[in-house]
């Protein structure tokens, strides 16, 4: 397991990028194609960078990329990439909603990597993180594009099943995803909802 995480921690080092949470992204993209050039995505819980670096690699110069974070976030976009803006706030703030929509009304993709501050109490983390899910959904209802894509990070729990029955009933094709570089022992998940119906 040492192992496992050295070399993701070294691999993100060496191909600068400042998290190993970029081969969680890279490792869903490669495989069901989120996003491609020109399109416009929508970061939520950016903070350091890596998943907003690499959004902006792959939909190249004609594209766009919104980072939003809580926490001050400004990485310069690597070369080839689409220009990326950096949002400082709270995605239930509706001033921050507004500055996301003068932006771009609409996007191809909504990702989000957030995880609330752990307790060590599997119940109420669960808890925590399903209102973060939520809150990121009612961003995506707002902002996907019909036939958009919809991706946010999950802790397993006992209200996973309702979750994913409801997003059936909004995204043509869902998935619960263990990408391979997250740690084995980590209840963390991805839920990812493809051909939003609008």
Known sequence: MRKVRDY????????????????????????????????AILDLGCHPGSWSLYASEVVGPSGLVIGVDLQETNKEPRDGGSPIHWLCGD?????????????????????SDIAPKTTGNRWADHQHSM????????LAHLFLHEKGHYLGKIFQGE???????????????????????SRKESREVFVLGMDYRG
């Open 159 to 181: 209200d996973m099943p309702a979750l994913v029955s409801d997003l059936n009933k909004q995204f043509g094709f869902v998935k619960v995803i263990k990408p391979q570089s």
């Open 8 to 39: 993701y921690f070294k691999k993100a080092k060496k191909d600068k990028y400042p998290a190993r949470s970029v081969f969680k992204l890279e490792e869903i993209q490669k495989k069901y194609r989120l996003f491609r050039r020109g399109d």
């Open 131 to 138: 209102r973060l899910v939520v809150q990121t959904l009612e």
């Open 91 to 111: 995605i239930t703030d509706p001033e921050l909603v507004a500055q996301i929509k003068a932006l771009r009304p609409a996007f191809k993709a909504v990702i």
